[in-house]
């Protein structure tokens, strides 16, 4: 079985300018996770989707960061424009989800972003 | 919301000594707690869980103990080798509807042969 897929695995930009990291969760994973990793520190939720819909986006800076997860599978990262302090990784993860039981969360390898 | 706090921020034991590595939380509403180990450039596994109903879980060389008292929970990994060197995270999360992993700020194992 695959695990959660994430793309690209590094981006470089410069500042100002645009990108987006996409994620495939595990088949059958209904609720999908975004979070940050900034170097030294643990990850950081920025977003959950149960299926298409964001149930907790109260951690994404909105002026500069959006999601998307449109049939309820995939889902895709922005952020417009980029700013240095966004060098981090991005970890997408996700988990069963769909009741009101603990399940566990798999991640994806991330995507590192650099901002010069 | 949530804290987690994580100590040591390094350890560095010799193979096949023992290694503990200790988290408290704030919040005592808070019911599941995983560990994840990170190895360099790669990303977090999930390597054992407890929740709030049990003080204590194995899982070969791995354990985890579980105090609700004074919200703490450890890490133990006995016979320690190589391989197991990682940084290694603890989690809380919170029940309820809003099921937000909380993790503390990483421990840096090295296990030196």
């Known amino acids: 079985e695959a695990g959660v897929v994430q793309s690209p695995r590094y981006k470089i930009i410069e500042k100002k300018q645009p990108v987006a990291f996409w994620c495939n969760p595990i088949s059958g994973h209904n609720t999908l996770y975004w979070y940050l990793q900034n170097l030294g520190q643990g990850p950081e939720l920025l977003i959950r989707y149960e299926n298409e819909e964001a149930v907790d986006d109260s951690q994404l800076p909105k002026d500069r960061f959006s999601a998307e997860r449109l049939k309820g599978v995939d889902s895709t990262l922005k952020i417009q424009p980029a700013e240095l302090g966004d060098s981090a990784v991005y970890l997408c993860?996700?988990?069963?989800?769909?009741?009101?039981?603990?399940?566990?969360?798999?991640f994806g390898p991330g995507t590192r972003l650099t901002v010069l | 919301g949530e804290n987690v706090e994580q100590h040591p921020s390094t350890l560095s034991v010799q193979e096949g000594d023992s290694a503990v590595i200790k988290c408290t939380y704030s919040?005592?509403?808070?019911?599941?707690f995983p560990w994840y180990k990170q190895e360099l450039g790669k990303r977090p596994q999930l390597i054992i869980d407890i929740r709030s109903n049990v003080g204590e879980k194995k899982d070969q060389r791995i354990a985890v103990t579980l105090n609700k008292t004074a919200k703490h929970f450890s890490l133990h990994i006995t016979e320690t080798q190589p391989e197991d060197s990682a940084v290694y995270f603890c989690?809380?999360?919170?029940?309820?509807?809003?099921?937000?992993?909380?993790f503390g700020k990483g421990t840096l194992l090295t296990v030196n042969p």
């Open positions: 989690a809380s999360l919170k029940r309820g509807s809003n099921y937000k992993l909380t």
């Open positions: 993860a996700s988990s069963l989800g769909g009741g009101q039981g603990v399940d566990e969360q798999f």
């Open positions: 919040d005592s509403a808070s019911n599941y």
